[in-house]
């Protein structure tokens, strides 16, 4: 069995200033960085096979201070959030508001931002899971850490679990918060076992 502890990133300056962030990058606030730091004392108790991260830099600081540099962090393009296109560093007010009426959680699946000249949900979907599948192939029986987005995570929480895909998508639920962990174990499928776990 593969236990994936899926941690979502500190609070960036972008998330302060509501601003949209996806392919585009934002810096760990002073409170993002003490977030990470924080959760470090969790994570201690677990021994990793590997650490993984998106491409951008706010996950890649966020693995580095929650492993206090205990592990080398492996950066994987696969695992970047959705490409929100041309409204990228808008406010995200408007955007962020469609989770309340499905709009954010169903175009994580589906559409996505293609006419905005961004990433489809299909494609962060398969991009994802085909990364996911490797891991798990190569790690089967160990615990793996990845730092990664919201969306992203959601986009993997939705794919496995109907509950809580139905719960996101009609607003009963939200995404992950900052430095929240969502476990998942792997054998013959995918299971959630905790979703947007807040250990600090």
């Known amino acids: 069995m593969t236990r994936i502890y899926l941690l979502r990133h500190g609070q960036t300056l972008f998330n302060q200033k509501n ?11 002073a409170t993002g960085i003490d977030q990470a730091k924080a959760i470090k004392e969790y ?19 966020t693995a580095t201070y929650a492993t206090g ?15 929100f296109g041309i409204v990228e560093g808008e406010d995200g007010g408007q955007l ?5 009426n499905n709009n954010y959680a169903n175009l994580l699946l589906n559409e996505g931002w293609l006419s905005l000249e961004g990433e489809s949900g299909l494609n962060l979907t398969k991009r994802v899971f085909n990364k996911l599948a ?3 192939v190569e790690y ?9 987005h919201g969306g992203t995570i959601m986009n993997i929480v939705m794919n496995i679990d109907a509950l809580l895909a139905k719960q996101l998508q009609d607003g009963t639920l939200n995404g992950p918060d900052n430095c929240s962990l969502t476990i998942i174990d792997y054998t013959d499928g995918y299971r959630v076992l905790d979703y947007n776990k807040k250990v600090i």
Do not use: H, W
């Open 69 to 83: 540099g205990k592990y080398p962090i492996y950066p994987c393009k696969e695992f970047k959030e959705i490409d």
């Open 19 to 29: 601003l949209i962030q996806g392919s585009c990058d934002s810096k760990l606030t």
């Open 96 to 100: 962020f508001r469609g989770m309340q």
């Open 43 to 61: 994570l201690t108790k677990i021994t990793f096979a590997c650490v993984y991260c998106s491409t951008s830099e706010r996950t890649f600081d």
């Open 134 to 136: 490797e891991i798990t």
């Open 140 to 148: 089967p029986n160990d615990n793996i850490l990845i730092a990664s």
